[in-house]
């Protein structure tokens, strides 16, 4: 295998068209569309390769979705009366939630748990005001008649419960070692580089190889200089799980360090739990006496 | 030296530990030095009885361990050490010892250090004490591979012994006659090579570190990776300095990097939060989204030992200056990591 192959060889491409599907060295994907018959059609071929769908598309047309391969899918309505209207529907799909309408209120979040639906709050939660912020996470971790999860807390406890860090820079698809992105024309760590087609790789589709282009990597520059830019992230307790995302062309942490600190003290706290529980256990032989 | 309320502050320390702790489930400490054995018999007695102390109270498992030369053995030191290094399960832990067969690189204030060394490893086999051997690397062993590992080979079949490459650190860091014995990363790796294949072919494999736990890694998944090669550094060790100064591990007192604080106005709660364990702690995470982004050997290396980047680059935020060396070994050993998730 050439190094160049080599290299190639991520785990994830977050694609937006199709041409890439070709290439064998693309492992898994996340494809992100607003169209379902193209998303079945893909589906149809490489449902195997696909392991996360992001529909941009009106959520009605997201019933049409045959997620045959049980894909995680993402759909972004643009008010929660869509979501009301279809929600056992959504419910039954399992579909993610991930509102592409203003978050003021709990009620804007809690309305749409309480009909059992998960809740993706990874694309907005910058977005949401910090102390509404904490009042979701609250809700989150302390509502006992919720039985569904809120993402991205749901995921950050796990992963710190089973102690295998899931990192913020994975969960919003932004890591030059996982993930590239593509357009169909080149591949770019972001989605963001398509508009100065900023690329890593340009797609030769006559010869069905990656052109490497002249590319220096603002992800890569923005990691390697964080000693010396950022130091107090490198003697940060959330560091194994931020790795700097909470300050990546943003002015405070504030609001990350925040949850990521609720949600250790949360993970504590169950887990001192559990070795309780564990400690004094009754033991079956002893309960029959 | 450290001294005994310094000792008792140590274990008053650990004591608090325990009771708050939710994952401690055993302890091992550790004796280095300098030399340990330097210390008073009351020294050490004093650390029975407080061991004996958290056993009772806490029903947790400590076992003691001992890094030596050697040097200050007689009966009498010989029969408290057995005490100190059983644990409650009559187990005796291990005394780990320097050795090296050539002349003048170990050197004793008095007499000759190795006539010394046979004799201690004599009093140690007489109480039925197990050691292991650490062998430090440098040039003249390369330059005489097939004495070295016949040696180690023959005379201390049964015996563990671990290869390390010589630091230029403590004494090492000292003189032109350390600089003559000083390796590079690639005469390493080349020596590790080597080592795998002659000690591949013997009948029963023994027990040499780094290559069995390597073997024992790919093969079967189940091993344990030594500290520099774990990537969990600075949750499994702490260093206490002779005057209660805390740092990350021995390496880091002997390079005096970055305080964790003073167990006399610290409990170690306060360390596990310290910035300082912090950054030493993060470097695993920041190696594998920079200079070890991709690297297929990563989870058999995981950017090797913080202290091999400060003494190499004065920076630990670099991965260790053995890497080379060591992704030479494995692509030659191993061709093709094991599956690890």
Redesign the interface.
Known sequence: MSNKQS?LQKKFFVLRETSLFDFPMVKQIVFINNDVRLINEMNDKFGEKIVQINFTGNIQESLKIENRNHQLVKIFPKNKKDIIQISKALKEKRFLICPAYSINKLEDISIVSSMDLIIDLIPIIENIDFDLSMEILNYYLHNQNLNVSIEPFHSILVSKLHQK?KTL?NMNLL???MFYFSDGQGLAEDSKNFQNQDYRYLIDHQSRTFQKQKYRSHL?SF??S??ETRPD?????H??IC?GWALYQKDTCTKWKKILSILQDAS?EI??LE?FEKEHAIIPSEKKK | MMSIPTLEKMFLRLEEWIATSTQLEDIKIIWHGGEPTLMSMDFFNRAIELEERIRATFHLSIQNLIQSNLLNLNNDRVRMLKTLLTNEKGEIGRIGTSYDPFPDIRIAKKGDYNSIWDRSIQLLENENIPYGILFVVHKLALNNFDYIVDLFANRFSEIGIRFNPLYREGRARLGDKCRDLYITSKEWGDFLIRLYRYWEKLDKKPRWIPLKEFDDFHFSGSGHLSCDFSGKCATTHLGIDTDGTLYSCGRGIDRKYEQYGNIHENSFQDIVLNPARQRILNRTTYLLHTQCQGCKWWHYCHGGCSMDAAIHYDNIYNKTNFCMSRKKFFNTIYKVPRNVE
């Not at chain 1, 992230?233 to 307790?237: D, I």
């Open positions: 290299e860090p820079w890591n030059p070692d890569d990691f390697k964080l000693p992230c490198l003697a940060c307790p560091f194994h790795i504590r887990q001192a070795k």
